[in-house]
Nanobody
Framework: QVQLVESGGGLVQAGGSLRLSCAASGGTFSRYAIGWFRQAPGKEREFVSVISRLGFNSYYTDSVKGRFTISRDNAKNTVYLQMNSLKPEDTAVYYC??????????????????????WGQGTQVTVSS
């Protein structure tokens, strides 16, 4: 069983950048695909990005393409989410989550929260206008 801890959130002005980290322990990190999700107040949790176990594949929701970059360092048991050109609508609690496969049953990248087995506690990102 893997435990996940997010960090790196904070308050930033629109147009600024933040780098989130998701540190894992308690399991073989390279056996897990890692996804990032976010949840704004009053809204459902939504998919942001996912990276495969060895980092060769990644996928993003349309609203963050070209602004966010997901990466991983398996030697450090950490996944990163570099967020640039932040917008007020990016404000949310950001969660990382783990599952054994990058792909879902339909053979596409896993983008549904219910498909993930392990979750971190979240880190708040607030973007001011």
């Amino acid at each position: 069983q893997v435990q996940l801890v997010e960090s790196g959130g904070g308050l930033v002005q629109a147009g600024g950048s933040l780098r989130l980290s998701c540190a894992a322990s308690g399991g073989t990190f390279s056996r897990y695909a890692i996804g990032w999700f976010r949840q704004a107040p009053g809204k459902e949790r939504e998919f942001v990005s996912v990276i495969s176990r060895l980092g060769f594949n990644s996928y993003y929701t349309d609203s963050v393409k070209g602004r966010f970059t997901i990466s991983r360092d398996n030697a450090k048991n950490t996944v990163y989410l570099q967020m640039n050109s932040l917008k007020p609508e990016d404000t949310a609690v950001y969660y990382c989550a783990a599952r054994s496969s990058y792909y879902s049953r339909d053979n596409g990248p896993s983008t549904s929260a219910h498909e993930y087995d392990y979750w971190g506690q979240g880190t708040q990102v607030t973007v001011s206008s």
